[in-house]
């Protein structure tokens, strides 16, 4: 596995690749890798001849007040990963490479970056989309790489691919959980041995809402409750949000059907989580 920290050298690197008639795909991280991103990176490797990670913890999709200096952060330890992982290459530039001088130009999906996650992380898809464009023009990839825990993500990038003509197509890879049910998240490692336990409450009331529609129910605003219920009796649970919606829109709905994403935000103490599932 090659390690690239400049945009300079990566273009060069993937050029060449495709000089040689060979697909790239990109997996874009934050580093502080687990299995979830692993499985990604598999994926990519499967869809294309060429696999890059990048390993970048985005300034710009952080707010004032949230975990931009304490996230968590291995370089070794993920380049070890990833080199298991049979990963080409790593790409891990720096703020200053990714953000020279005065930066002043965002990418914005309007509306949708402000539901759901948006409501209460004002400005963090606008890093988002602003840094994966970034990526996909320093990388020029085939295909990119995402998982469906990030289900309003995926959204977003997918809007934005489409209206800017985009050429690289995105890819969704199922939640990998831990073996109890816990959405794998670099953020789990905030929690303590308590707050871990509690943490099972957000797969816990999805399971419950899973059981719900599977025995027939219909009824967002029942569902929402049932899931509203089991989380509230979590003492270390504070919700933001619990919602099924439109997984194109992401506008609430009132009726479940297949396809409807029921989303939910969650800090347990501090850590704020996200967990979904599709009906």
Request: net charge neutral; with cysteine.
């Amino acid at each position: 596995m090659e390690i690239i920290r400049t945009i300079e050298e990566m273009r060069r690197a993937v050029r060449k690749e495709k000089s040689r008639g060979r697909t790239v795909g990109l997996v874009p991280t934050m580093g502080y890798l687990h299995e979830g991103h692993l499985s990604l990176v598999r994926l990519a490797r499967s869809e294309a001849a060429v696999s890059v990670v990048s390993l970048f913890v985005n300034p710009i999709q952080f707010g004032p007040k949230e975990d931009l200096k304490s996230y968590p952060r291995d370089f070794d330890r993920d380049a070890a990963m990833l080199r298991n992982a049979k990963a080409d290459f790593l790409f891990a530039p720096s703020d200053e490479e990714m953000y020279p001088r005065e930066h002043r130009t965002f990418v914005e999906v309007h509306d949708l970056q402000d539901r759901l996650c948006g409501r209460t992380r004002p400005g963090h898809f606008r890093g988002v989309c602003t840094v994966v464009l970034k990526l996909f023009e320093a990388i020029e990839p085939d295909c990119a790489v995402f998982g469906q825990k990030d289900a309003q993500q995926v959204l977003i990038l997918r809007r934005m691919v489409a209206d800017l003509n985009v050429p690289v197509r995105l890819i969704v890879a199922p939640i990998v959980r831990e073996p109890d049910g816990l959405a794998m998240s670099s953020r789990n490692t905030y929690l303590d041995a308590a707050e871990r336990k509690a943490a099972l409450v957000l797969s816990q009331s999805l399971a419950e809402a899973r059981a719900l529609v599977g025995a027939g129910g219909r009824d967002a605003a029942a569902v929402l409750q049932a899931i509203r219920t089991l989380i509230e009796a979590e003492p270390r649970a504070r919700i933001d949000y619990i919602e099924a919606v439109d997984p194109e829109n992401l506008n609430p709905v009132a009726e479940l059907r297949d396809g409807t994403l029921i989303a939910l935000a969650v800090f347990i103490g501090r850590t704020r989580l996200i967990d979904n599932m599709i009906v």
